[in-house]
């Protein structure tokens, strides 16, 4: 943790105090049963919970739920933490039918389609991996009910009183992953198929919610906003006199888009970066391009949405050919909002761990902080391996340095762009600030100025040519490259894109 023995022992007693406080206020006895969340970090609270619940009220059935808990985590639950059901993925069927279950005191779970998991003696299941996970999910999501939040903006009230803050509210339009190709990512491994819902249900739902609760800010929990809905969706917002702001999840390929969804009050977005090698974005399974990435990156800037993206450090098996590739591309990237760092982790049933050998990966095996934290094994979401990590370590670290470079050089910009153009009729002028806070400018005139404006979006230098027919390809590809050089463009083999962002109001 980083805490001295002294201050950890002071915490650990007053998480303790805070824990009794909490447990003794909940009036245990009038209920029927007590479901906990596993997601991430909830899984220890979540535990300790049901430990002091099958001590104090060994009668009281609890069941887990959450998108940390797989089926493979089921048994061990069971035998060891003394948890009565587990439902893996998607929860609303499940717990409906494991509630009838027990309102009726019947001896198995009624399932669609003739399927039925027994109850054993004490009773354990309410969804196994032998009951096909389809028929637990809502077929269509457009069916679901508006969420109802108000036991939380009660909850809300009375801790905080009149005064409290106004939340961000959690909505989704789709569930599970219309891309599903990233072999790092196991958020997934409980979904069956993919789900979204309409733009126009969407967008009903939000002026529920809105009108409800009295709150302008959403985040979507989509894993990436489905395209079809999501346009529809916007395009309406865009045409409303309703100042809402989101946040969501966007692939690279979306950059188009920012514009527009800008327009509907898109305000912040995680784009799925994780890397600026052209090779190692492929061995991820990104199915998207470094060129694609800075043009998303630039798309976000000029639309004016606060983009949010990782940088993935240590993959297994990367180069020093990727690493220089991705150095190079950090110095290109200087002027824009920097990307954070994350360390790979080898995620449980991640496609990395079901074929580690295919990355260079030796053994799998618990990670050992689980192993120190709990008195059993439980194969949670995060995995240790053996492999190349120290080699990995050593490679990646001036990429490490340049990222902080990055963030220290954004910081001393107050937060602004490093590299803008503004024009008049017949020339443009860009500003560059470096990262060592110098500022260069350049001056393009007639056709240059033309040319730049032309490569406002990823443009192929055929494209070019046909387009400028009276320069020849040579002295195009000639200035497109001192341009590259001076930090001005981005060059992926023969298509390039302007890097500067235009700037309407910074004075210069």
């Known amino acids: 943790t980083g805490l001295p023995a002294r201050e950890l022992a002071w915490v650990a007693s007053r998480l303790a105090e805070s824990f009794n406080q909490w447990f003794a206020r909940v009036p245990w006895r009038e209920y029927d049963l007590v479901g906990l969340s596993v997601c991430f970090n909830q899984l220890l609270a979540s535990l300790a919970t049901a430990r002091r619940l099958k001590k ?10 959450g998108s940390a808990l797989a089926p493979d985590m089921t048994e061990a639950l069971a035998h060891h933490a003394g948890i009565d059901f587990c439902i893996c993925g998607e929860g609303e069927l499940p717990l409906l039918r494991l509630c009838r279950f027990l309102l009726q005191g019947e001896n198995e779970i009624r399932l669609p389609a003739g399927e039925q998991a027994a109850r054993s003696e004490p009773p354990r299941l309410a969804a196994s991996p032998a009951v096909p996970a389809k028929t637990c999910q809502i077929p269509h999501l457009d069916h679901l009910p508006v969420p109802d939040y108000g036991d939380y903006f009660a909850e809300l009230k009375q801790v905080f009183g009149p005064s409290a803050f106004i939340p961000v509210l959690p909505v989704e339009l789709s569930r599970g992953c219309w891309w599903r190709r990233c072999v790092f990512c196991n958020l997934n491994r409980q979904w069956r198929g993919y789900r979204a819902k309409s733009g126009e249900r969407m967008a009903r739902e939000l002026t529920v919610l809105a009108q409800r609760h009295r709150c302008l800010d959403f985040a979507f929990a989509d894993n990436a906003l489905p395209r079809r809905p999501r346009e529809r969706l916007f395009h309406r917002l865009a045409n409303t006199a309703q100042d809402y702001r989101f946040f969501a999840e966007l692939r690279a390929t979306d950059a188009k888009s920012f514009p527009r969804l800008a327009r509907g009050g898109l305000a912040r977005v995680q784009v799925g970066i994780e890397a600026l090698s052209n090779s190692l974005l492929a061995r991820l399974g990104k199915g998207t391009t470094v060129l694609a990435n800075v043009y998303a990156m630039k798309q976000a800037v000029e639309a004016g949405i606060a983009l949010e993206g ?11 050919a990727e690493i220089n590739e991705t150095l190079a591309a950090i110095n290109l990237l200087m002027p824009y909002p920097p990307l954070a760092p994350a360390t790979f982790f080898l995620g449980a049933d991640s496609p990395v761990a079901r074929e580690p050998r295919r990355f260079g990966i030796r053994a799998v095996h618990a990670h050992p902080y689980l192993r120190r934290l709990l008195p059993f094994s439980l194969p949670f979401g995060v995995l240790a391996y053996r492999g190349d990590r120290t080699r990995q370590q050593r490679l990646w670290r001036p990429v490490r340095e340049a990222l902080t470079a990055w963030q220290q050089a954004h910081r001393q910009r107050g937060g602004r762009c490093g590299l803008t153009w503004r024009a008049a009729d017949s020339f443009l002028v860009i500003r560059q600030q470096r990262p060592d806070g110098t500022v260069l400018y350049h001056r393009l005139t007639s056709a240059s100025a033309r040319i730049y404006r032309r490569l406002a979006s990823p443009t192929p230098l055929a494209e070019l040519c046909a387009a400028f027919p009276r320069f020849p390809a040579s002295e ?22 302007a890097l500067a962002t235009h700037d309407k109001g910074e004075s210069i």
């Open 310 to 320: 990782n940088l993935i450090l240590e993959f297994p098996g990367t180069s020093q």
């Open 56 to 65: 104090e009220y060994p009668g009281l059935p609890i069941v887990f739920g």
């Open 476 to 497: 195009l590809r000639g200035f497109l490259d001192e341009l590259a050089r001076k930090g001005c463009v981005f060059r992926q083999d023969d298509t390039y894109l």
